[in-house]
């Protein structure tokens, strides 16, 4: 079992910057891959960044790319989103999730990943 905790979400202008925080616990994740989702209001789950809990080369939404960056940090169990640069559109409750995903062409599907946090909440204002 594992259980996974989001935390760093809040309130921003557009423009401006915040990391996310994903702490990790239980058994197996280590040989897992990760991955944040974020869902607006009246939206289907989107996927935004995912990568190898060990590292290698991550993959990333469109929409986000070169502005957000997935990272990790084993040794603390640590799964973090560093997110630049926001926009209003960017508004959504944020996820992490972890998978067995052996495609980058996995990454996107939510139905791969066995795992979710409860999620925490980025608004970003106009």
């Known amino acids: 079992q594992v259980t996974l905790a989001e935390s760093g979400g809040g309130l921003v202008q557009e423009g401006g910057s915040l990391r996310l925080s994903c702490a990790a616990s239980?058994?197996?994740?280590?040989?897992?891959?990760v991955a944040w989702f974020r869902q607006a209001p009246g939206a289907e789950r989107q996927f935004v960044a995912g990568?190898?809990?060990?590292?290698?080369?991550?993959e990333y939404a469109g929409s986000v790319k070169g502005r957000f960056t997935i990272s990790t940090d084993t040794p603390k169990n640590m799964l973090y989103l560093q997110m630049n640069s926001l926009k209003p559109e960017d508004t959504a409750i944020y996820y992490c999730?972890?998978?067995?995903?052996?495609?980058?062409?996995?990454?996107?599907?939510?139905?791969?990943?066995?795992?979710w946090g409860q999620g925490t909440q980025v608004s970003v204002s106009s």
């Open positions: 999730a972890s998978g067995p995903i052996y495609y980058y062409d996995d990454y996107p599907n939510p139905s791969k990943y066995n795992y």
């Open positions: 239980g058994h197996g994740y280590d040989s897992y891959a």
């Open positions: 990568i190898n809990w060990s590292g290698g080369s991550p």
